[in-house]
């Protein structure tokens, strides 16, 4: 199984950019498909981004569709989560996850999970 070790995460002004770091060890990405999930207080984990390996075909939540960018650098084994123009209402933990289930945008269907970063978006 792929453990995953998220970074990145921070305190940023609204408007502002983070980058989100993935990086996995024990196996490589290659074979999974990877996604990006978040959690703020008080509510359930979401879907925000996901990435099917093979293919490099990527899927977005509607909320983050055109400010945020998920990538992939296969030699450092790491995936991204790039985040423009944040808003407070991105202000969450945010998790990687790997697994092989079709259903990208569903979190069961991952195996593998990061420990989480924070992000916390300021007005």
């Known amino acids: 199984q792929v453990q995953l070790v998220e970074s990145g995460g921070g305190l940023v002004q609204a408007g502002g950019s983070l980058r989100l770091s993935c990086v996995a060890s024990?196996?490589?990405?290659?074979?999974?498909?990877v996604g990006w999930f978040r959690q703020a207080p008080g509510k359930e984990r979401e879907f925000v981004t996901a990435m099917l390996w093979i293919t490099g075909f990527t899927t977005y939540a509607d909320s983050v569709k055109g400010r945020f960018t998920i990538s992939r650098d296969n030699g450092r084994n790491t995936v991204y989560l790039h985040m423009n123009s944040l808003k407070p209402e991105d202000t969450a933990i945010y998790y990687c996850a790997a697994g092989r289930g079709d259903r990208v945008r569903n979190s069961t269907d991952y195996a593998s999970w990061g420990q989480g970063t924070q992000v916390t978006v300021s007005s």
């Open positions: 024990g196996r490589t990405f290659s074979s999974y498909n």
